[in-house]
């Protein structure tokens, strides 16, 4: 199996999604059992406020990861079918250029 290199960048992204995810869910533990101690008794809401906050995002990006939304996707485009539509569109280029050479 050849590994190309959107199928690398395809399982960095893959790997780095899971591990914010973690750090998300992880963080809003953190913040519901107050380990930080930032926040003294008068202020709890705020460490509540932050828990849910990190919670919701947490869930807001596993559903991206896990559903395939990112902003940031690739065609779903074989390699060779790039490759063709790259040479295609070099061989339309270089043809424009040479007529309007022959044209002058």
Same mark, same amino acid.
């Given at each position: 199996m050849k590994l190309s290199g959107r199928g690398i960048m395809r399982g960095i992204r893959i790997f780095f999604g899971i591990f914010m995810i973690l750090v998300y869910f992880g963080m809003s533990y953190l913040m519901i059992i107050n380990f930080f101690n930032l926040v003294t008794p008068p202020f709890?809401?705020?460490?509540? =406020?932050?828990? $849910?906050?990190?919670?919701?995002?947490g869930i807001y990006r596993g559903y991206r990861q896990f559903k395939g939304l990112d902003y940031y996707r690739l065609n779903d485009k074989s390699d060779d079918e790039v490759e063709t539509d790259a040479h295609r569109k070099v061989?339309?280029? =270089?043809?424009? $250029?040479?007529?309007?050479?022959?044209?002058?």
């Open positions: 709890n809401y705020l460490r509540w =406020i932050f828990a $849910v906050v990190f919670g919701l995002y061989e339309e280029l =270089i043809k424009r $250029v040479h007529d309007n050479e022959t044209k002058s």
